[in-house]
């Protein structure tokens, strides 16, 4: 009989064995629903996209009309053709330095428009009109994440879509589109941040973390903030358009710390306040180098060329100037005379708005800018007015101020963040003006607060169509909630139509027109 040979195992190689992973712990659910974000439908891309593409039709359409250069456009469109051209502002009337006080951020960005279509009208307004169009998809963005609703993010889109003053700012070779635009932006970085971190927390806690314990233990793995150090470009873009964006800094560093203590606390951490202050401050200083570099690399053309206002300021005054630190001194007496402009622009204009209540007057409508006029008989009409007047949908901005004071409301009886988040930003956006009454003030300084308004008005239709929180949904109220946004953007988009007129230039009778002018005299 045949014996099979025992073949002998091979000997394992001796280990230390493998650890072994942490058993997942059951989150409780009211940590959980904190800490979660809001679940979205999955039509909410397709949703937003749709309505920022009606905006975009509105914005683009005939965008050539008027002819010639509306009001700043003088200056603007002037500008970021030279700065294209040479590298810094030029006078071409005086033949010399052009000397401006505002950092030419938004003049690259227009002047890139005249580089792809020309130096024409459609070359000097397409940029605004492109920013103006993605603004309205970020704030329907936005509006979702905060809302967790693709009908509220898509209201949202639809009542900036339908704003005059934010369509007429849409086709205008103006800086305050640019502005808006980076100040929505950085506030949407932060809101992602703030799902993302929280998103950490849970899967920490989920994945069996004690947030109540001593040490590092206690807290996630270190992680990069990637959206928060994006806010800090994205803020840098902003104040490198206007000085005015740096209102808003302190309300970024605010919701930035209030946000993490509260992902901290609903977490379960014993000090959230503590921890947030030793473990954020390093991030929060983080930003401060990509603000100012971007803010700094706005001024390349300056800094690269000779031929800038000030650009040589030490050596024309007799002093030494060394070929890097000299250039950023010079740059600094730059700064120091632009703000001392900023602080003598008291000269009377027929469109400013009134003094120390200029913030009020401008929610009430008080006093449009009439930024362009013909009164060439082109409507059929013996006598016919065609105007672009700087006019907020009339609705739209009456519902402003009932919207902020059900806003706060609603936020301090539900403790709701969104209401917190949007009223910091509102107030940002208005309140430094109160302190500047001897200043030439206009209503476009108000945009920069539209998209917050907005969504202060979405906050309110959304509170009216749910239940505080811990009480069962009501069906009947969600309907009716439901049909009353709907009404409300229907009739905004109505209104905006009758206007649409006098937001294009477009000529009508002098009988039509009056009608549209509500207020007489402080509307035109």
Known sequence: MTQTARVPRPRQALAEPAPTPAPATRVPDVVRRRLSPLALDPYAWPAALFVTLLAGLLRLNNLASPPGKMFDETYYATDAHWLWEKGFEWNEKENTTGYVVHP?????IIGLGEQIFGYNELGWRISAAVFGTISVLMLSRIAMRMFGSVVLGCAAGLLMAFDGMHFVLSRVAMLDIFLMFFVLA????????????????????????????KGRSSRPPRAVPWWRLAAAVLFGCALAVKWSALAFAPVFVLLVLWWEVGARRS??????????ILDETGWILAGLPLTAGVYLASWAGWLSTDGGYARHWLRD??????????ALRNLAQYHELAYGSHQAITEAH????????????????????????????LCGADRC?????????????????????????FGIARRDWRAGAVLAMTAAALVPWFFFPARTMFY?????AEPFLILAVVFVLGAAMTPPPGRPPNPDRQLFGAVMAGTFVLLVAVVFAYYHPLYTGGSLPYEDWSRRILLGNLWI
């Open 385 to 409: 007015n065609a105007d672009v007047l700087l006019l907020g949908t009339p609705l739209l901005w009456w519902a402003f101020i009932p919207a902020l004071l059900a806003a706060i409301w």
């Open 267 to 276: 977490a379960g951490v014993r000090r959230p306040i503590r921890d947030t």
């Open 444 to 448: 476009f300084y108000a945009l920069p």
């Open 350 to 377: 027929g469109y400013q708005s009134v003094g120390e209540w200029a913030p009020i007057q401008w929610l009430l409508l008080g006093r449009p800018v009439l930024f362009y006029r013909s009164d060439a008989p």
């Open 186 to 213: 950085t506030f949407g970085a932060l809101v992602l941040d703030r799902d993302q971190r929280r998103a950490r927390w849970l899967r920490f806690v989920a994945g069996g973390g004690d947030p109540a314990a």
């Open 317 to 326: 005054s007799g002093q030494d100037e060394t070929p890097f630190l000299g």
């Open 104 to 108: 030419p951020l938004g003049k690259w």
